[in-house]
């Protein structure tokens, strides 16, 4: 079964997708024949009234159709069918004066409604087609897209066990880099390799379905703990935290990948003389940062968006699937280029 959030929707965006252009291109050539398939049952209609009408004018049997003497106009040609306001009509000789013409009439409002239903059996003709278009399409895109799932199954596999495999190394350099004697090297070291954990924890996450249960924690130590591996990388910017101590009833793993992923982009896209506040007020814990702008706020939180090169395009896309999954309610918001994310935390105690 192919994951949530990065297997399965990429193959249903991929089946849309396919299912979308085929099925595009089938209607474009339906409304073609069709089209023309209309025009010629019109002119077939025509040619047909046409031949009823000249047939009229020798045996006088049919009540469809009337008519008129008329005089003779000079531009107006015996045996071709015309049209007015009201009729359709044919002229024929009249041999009792020739300066006068017979005319054979048929209602133009009849001639609408016989028009009218030659439309509606195409139209039910075309929706039936356009239902068998949907179900051929959506065939042809399973079967399309049939070696990319199985592709992107197994790349979903490799993935899962590149990072399973992971995990061993990392805690091991980590656990031996805490034996060292501290020194600037090892210090760098250990940043560098905390940040390769951090990253495959994000990963993690991302990739595998967990269920995260709640647990009370204080929400201080994950805050502090986020803080001290951000402020070591940038030391530059100038930090302020206010978290009042207080326990609350949510997932620390999972709440400590969202704080990860805010405060790596509040971070990594600040000024070189820029800031960051944390703030806990009530139950809203807000992360305001100063920036060089946002292009697109409404698109920061989309799979694989991202305004630059760096990074993935994945780190507010887990923040928000984590914030939907503990029932975080969050905003955000840029204003004069100060960015904000304010977390609505749901079940707190102090």
Known sequence: MYEEWVIKLSEKESLLKGFALFFVVIELFLAFIFYNYYRLEEEHLSEQLFLEMKNYSFFFDDERFDMDIVDKVADNQLYELYFDEQNLYILVPFVKDEE????????????????????????????????????????????????????????????????????????????????????????????????????HKNLDVYLRNTVFEEEKFPIKEVVDEQVLFFSSLYDYLDWSIEIEEQI???????????????????????????????????????????????????????????????????????????????????????????????????????
């Open 248 to 350: 609350i009833t949510s997932n620390r793993n999972a709440l400590s990948r969202i704080l990860y992923n805010l405060l790596s982009n509040a971070c990594k896209y600040n000024t070189s003389n820029g800031f960051i506040k944390i703030r806990m007020q009530n139950n809203t814990l807000s992360i305001t940062n100063s920036s060089y702008g946002i292009k697109n706020p409404k698109k920061v939180f989309e799979r694989f968006y991202k305004e630059s090169d760096r990074g993935l395009g994945i780190g507010l896309h887990i923040v928000e699937k984590l914030c939907d999954t503990l029932e975080i309610e969050k905003s955000f918001k840029v204003e004069n280029k100060v960015v904000t994310v304010e977390l609505m935390i749901p079940k707190f105690n102090k």
């Open 100 to 199: 006068s013409s017979l005319q054979i009439k048929y209602p133009l409002e009849s001639y609408h409604a016989l028009l009218n239903n030659i439309r509606t059996t195409i139209l039910w003709q075309f929706l039936l087609l356009t239902f068998i278009a949907i179900i051929i399409s959506f065939l042809f895109a399973l079967y399309a897209l049939s070696p990319l799932r199985n592709a992107l199954s197994l790349l979903e596999e490799f993935i899962k066990d590149i990072i399973h495999d992971l995990n061993t190394p990392i805690t091991s350099i980590l656990i031996n880099l805490k034996m060292m004697e501290k020194n600037e090297e090892v210090e760098s070291i250990a940043q560098s390799a905390n940040a390769i954990s951090m990253l």
